[in-house]
């Protein structure tokens, strides 16, 4: 079954500095992979996702995310934090066995600070 | 509509009684999912629709959980019995398809259920 671990439930950076959430999944295929963002009292908002056209996803506001099989890993990043990046972000996947279902990780936290 | 529609969007009610979420997708949208967001965790998947029909409701916590769909629109999910575990905010998504097509889900605002 497909599965979605995010490592880290809540990460700090600093204003300017590089952002890296980590994602992995687990499929006996190659799944449908995204990252979705909340911010507090929002709901959730697609940043990017991976469909196999490419391994490199860019998203909105900076965000890219590299598809990387033999890790089976799916890190977003962001160059250059800025405070307005703080929020929770989401990764989720569907495909394989799941084919219907779409599957999130637990979540990070992102805290950026001056 | 422009965007997923939910309501209410505050839900407190006593232990023991029953309550409806409603869920109004976006006019076209053909898949419909449900999940429970419970402070501090993760989504967790309910159920989704393809149209009228559910083919996985694996993530029904328990027989006080339902969830209906009609006219490939609003959807419903009933708690039967609430209990103070089912405090959470309950989010709806909808999709032009099945998620594993790669299609983006799009969210509502969720309901915020207390149960005191």
């Known amino acids: 079954a497909q599965s979605v671990t995010q490592l880290g439930s809540h990460v700090s950076v600093s204003e300017g500095a590089l952002v890296l959430l980590r994602c992995n999944y687990s499929s006996s295929v190659p799944p449908y992979l995204f990252w979705y963002v909340q911010y507090p009292n929002q709901g959730l908002q697609l940043l990017l996702k991976?469909?196999?056209?490419?391994?490199l996803v860019k998203g909105i506001n900076g965000f890219e995310a590299e598809f990387k099989k033999s890790e089976t890993s799916f890190h977003l990043t962001k160059p250059s934090a800025h405070m307005s990046d703080a929020a929770e972000y989401f990764c989720a996947g569907s495909g394989g066995t799941s084919y219907g279902k779409l599957t999130f990780g637990q979540g990070t936290i992102l805290t950026v600070h001056p | 509509g422009a965007g997923v529609s939910q309501s209410p969007s505050n839900k407190v009610t006593e232990k023991g009684k029953d309550v409806e979420l409603r869920c109004d997708p976006i006019?076209?949208?053909?898949?419909l999912y449900w999940y429970r967001q419970r402070l501090g965790q993760g989504l967790e998947f309910l159920i989704y629709?393809?149209?009228?029909?559910?083919?996985?409701k694996s993530g029904l916590p328990s027989d006080r959980f339902s969830a209906e769909r009609t006219g490939e629109s609003v959807s419903t999910l009933t708690i039967q019995r609430t209990q103070q575990e089912d405090s959470a905010v309950y989010l709806c998504?909808?999709?032009?398809?099945?998620?594993?097509?790669?299609?983006?889900?799009?969210f509502g605002q969720g309901t915020r259920l207390t149960v005191v």
């Open positions: 991976y469909t196999s056209a490419a391994t």
């Open positions: 006019s076209g949208h053909t898949a």
């Open positions: 998504a909808s999709s032009l398809a099945v998620g594993g097509l790669g299609v983006e889900a799009f």
């Open positions: 629709f393809q149209g009228n029909s559910a083919p996985d």
